[in-house]
Every structure is written in structure tokens, then in C-alpha cells.
């Protein structure tokens, strides 16, 4: 069944009436530093605002046990408001029936509810709290694409209770995304860099017919370094996939670094014979997708080859490209650019959801909005 999308129905028939926009706030401070993640969520809102609707805003940050205050939603309401162009509501309680009555009779347009994870209800996708979420709107519209990867409350067992529909960014990464797996021109190459091979299997094993190339780096690299019994010193590797990745092992798809910046017997990033061979690669590719910074790019010193993936990347305005995963997107502040990404380059909000979307799966938040 295909996805209700809102940019595809007569708004006509909701006017004055409230909308519950699940929206995605799991960024960590300075909210600076992933910014294009909040103002992404802004087109729908003023979409909504156009067409005389009330916003909800639901969100959620971090992993609170309850009452964690470092974890309140409150300091987003100016930046939203900011974003947006007008005030922003906070509502700091799940006192349901006063914040019905504070919607209601409130003349502002927006509101934003506190971190839904502080009820317990929200991660247990419980029914009583989505019917309590419900319960403050007319209809509901899920643009954390995001958070599709969890079965929570606020993107799954709300839509058995309010008509339900994905909003333009949710829009926006589903198709995007779909072109990569749908109809990906060749060359195609995957970058995969950051932390851990565990996290990126799924989508190696799943881009693995479709790509020609896999290029890695980090945590990923050195795993299959192990593999092949190699000296990793005390580099990040994971060596209980060592088995899992057998299969790729000597695949000539597989192109590891050549050379690496070794300091404090860690492989911290690829070395200048890397980066150049797989900006070489970049160059030639029709299709890309990256995920996971190849260096601890935190850290200067080890930021080289991060910034000649993206420089290469950003440099190819023949190929479609999907950049993609939270510390990613967040590299390319180390560019210190502030050019405009170019047109053929998808940045995806999507981070975990991103990598599962890209591994086939099924995600709860995309099947309950079918
Ligand atoms: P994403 O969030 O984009 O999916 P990951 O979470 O997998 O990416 O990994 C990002 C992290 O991996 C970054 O903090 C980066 O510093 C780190 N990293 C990348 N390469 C290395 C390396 N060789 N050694 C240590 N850390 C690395
Ligand atoms: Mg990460």
C-alpha cells in the first residue's frame, strides 16, 4: 500500500482545524551544529500554517528517565519560532485535558509539547498514550522520517487513532531514497566510514548487487583489516563481525585504504594516498552513497580525509548523491563553507532510520502511515 502523503490531498478540509506534526528534535547541543536537521522540518509547518491549521508539535531528545530535565524541549520553542517566523507555545506537561483547553482557547498558531519520552508510554508505543496524543488534534502528520525506525507511540499506534498522513520531508527522504534503491545509474560506489560495521552491514548487504565499489574507512576498514589478520593496534574494530563479513572479504567490490594516519596505535584516518585514490573513484561515479566519516574528524589532525571525501563529492555534479547519518552530515562543518550543497546532493535528516531505509527493511513509523 502506497504512503498518504499531505503535499497530495485538498488541505481545504482541514482549515481551522489542528493538526499533531511528529517532528524530529533528536539533536544533540549546540543545535548549531546540526541546524539544516531543524530547519528541514520548517517548510511543513508554514505548508500548514498557509492553510489556516493549528500545529502540534511532538517531539523527542536523548533517552530521559523521567523528570530529566537536561532533556526539555523548552529551548527549542525560540529557535522554532525563529525558524518559522512566529511565536511558538511551549507546553511543559502532559496534563492532557488543560492542554486541550490551552490549544483551544490559546491565540497562538503553534505549540510544542514537552519530550514525549518522558511518559513511558511513548517507547512502550502504547496504545492509552497514543489515544491521549490524539485526543489534541484533528488529524495527525509524521515528518521525522527520522524516527521511523521506532516503534513509538507518536509514529506507529497513533495512526490507529486520527487520519495520518507523511509530510514534505518525510516525503522528501522517501524519495529520494527510493532512487538509490530503485533505479541507481552505474558507476555506482557506497562510502562507508564512522564507528562501527555493525551499524552499516545491512546496507552493504543490501546495496552489495545493486553497487560496484564499496569504499571504507574507519571503524569499517579496520574490521576487515582484522579479518585478514592484519594489525589494527587499538584502533576501533569490531571483532565479533569478523565472521559476519567473511563473505565480502576478498570481493574485488571491496576497496580498503592503502595508507593511514596512525597516532596513539590507533588508525585515526585515511592517509593522503587514500584520499586521493578514492576521490579518483568519487570522480568517476554516476551514483553515491556515504555514510560515516572515514577519520575522527573531530580532531583536526584527523580531519584530511573527511574533508577530500566531501570535497570530492561535492566536486561531482554528474552523479545523484545521498549523504547520509548524524556525525556525516555534521562533518561538513569542517569545510567552513557556506556555498549552497549542490542540487544532486541529498542530504538526509534520516541518521539511523536512513541506514535501516537503505537496508531493505520495514520501519514501523513508514508502515503505519500506509
Ligand atoms: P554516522 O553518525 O554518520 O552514522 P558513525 O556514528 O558511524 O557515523 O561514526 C562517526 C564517528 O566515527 C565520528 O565521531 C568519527 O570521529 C568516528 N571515526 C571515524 N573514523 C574513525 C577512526 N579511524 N577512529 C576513531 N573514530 C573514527
Ligand atoms: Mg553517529
Given amino acids: 500500500m502506497p504512503i498518504n502523503y499531505i503535499s497530495q490531498i485538498n488541505l481545504k478540509k482541514f482549515r481551522g482545524k489542528t493538526c499533531l506534526l511528529r517532528v524530529d528534535l533528536n539533536v544533540t547541543p ?21 492553510n489556516r491549521i493549528k500545529v502540534v508539535l511532538l517531539g523527542h531528545n536523548g533517552r530521559p528517565v523521567s523528570g530529566d530535565k537536561v532533556y526539555s524541549l523548552k529551548p527549542f520553542a525560540p529557535i522554532l519560532s525563529g525558524l518559522i517566523g ?35 508510554g511513548e517507547t512502550e508505543n502504547s496504545d492509552a498514550f497514543a489515544r491521549k ?22 509514529v506507529a499506534a497513533i495512526t490507529k487513532h486520527l487520519p495520518f498522513y507523511a509530510g514534505l520531508l518525510f516525503e522528501k527522504e522517501i524519495k529520494n531514497l527510493d532512487f538509490f ?53 587499538e584502533s576501533i574494530f569490531e571483532k565479533n563481525m569478523v565472521k559476519n563479513i567473511k563473505p565480502f572479504l576478498n570481493s574485488v567490490k571491496i576497496v580498503l585504504p592503502v595508507d593511514s594516519v596512525v597516532s596513539r596505535k590507533k588508525i585515526l584516518d585515511i592517509g593522503p594516498k587514500t584520499a586521493e585514490q578514492f576521490a579518483k573513484i568519487i570522480s568517476k561515479a554516476k551514483t553515491i552513497v556515504w555514510n560515516g566519516p572515514p577519520g575522527l574528524f573531530e580532531e583536526k589532525e584527523f580531519a584530511h580525509g573527511t574533508e577530500a571525501i566531501w570535497t570530492a563529492v561535492l566536486k561531482n555534479r554528474r552523479a545523484r548523491i545521498v549523504v547520509g547519518g548524524g556525525d556525516t552530515t555534521a562533518s561538513l562543518k569542517i569545510l567552513n563553507t557556506k556555498d549552497q550543497i549542490p542540487k544532486n546532493v541529498f542530504l538526509s535528516t534520516g541518521g539511523g532510520a536512513m541506514l535501516e531505509y537503505l537496508s531493505g527493511k520495514k520501519l514501523p513509523g513508514i508502515e503505519a502511515l500506509k
Fill in 30 to 50: 549546540p543545535v548549531e551544529k546540526e541546524v539544516f536537521r531543524i530547519e528541514a522540518i520548517v517548510p511543513t509547518v508554514k505548508f500548514l500554517l498557509k
Fill in 86 to 120: 512566529v511565536p511558538v507555545d511551549f507546553i511543559s506537561h502532559f496534563d492532557f485535558l488543560s492542554i486541550r483547553q490551552e490549544i483551544r482557547f490559546s491565540s497562538k498558531k503553534v505549540f510544542l509539547l514537552e519530550n514525549l519520552r518522558y511518559e513511558k
Fill in 133 to 154: 496524543l490524539a485526543g489534541l488534534g484533528d488529524f495527525f502528520v509524521n515528518d521525522a522520517f527520522a524516527v521511523s525506525h521506532r516503534k513509538n507511540a507518536s
Fill in 181 to 233: 534503491l530503485k533505479k541507481p545509474k552505474k558507476p555506482f560506489m557506497v562510502i562507508i566510514g564512522g564507528a562501527k560495521i555493525s551499524d552499516k552491514l545491512g546496507v552493504l548487504k543490501f546495496l552489495w548487487r545493486r553497487a560496484g565499489k564499496f569504499l571504507l574507512a574507519g571503524g569499517p576498514a579496520n574490521t576487515f583489516f582484522a579479518a585478514k589478520g592484519l594489525p589494527v593496534g
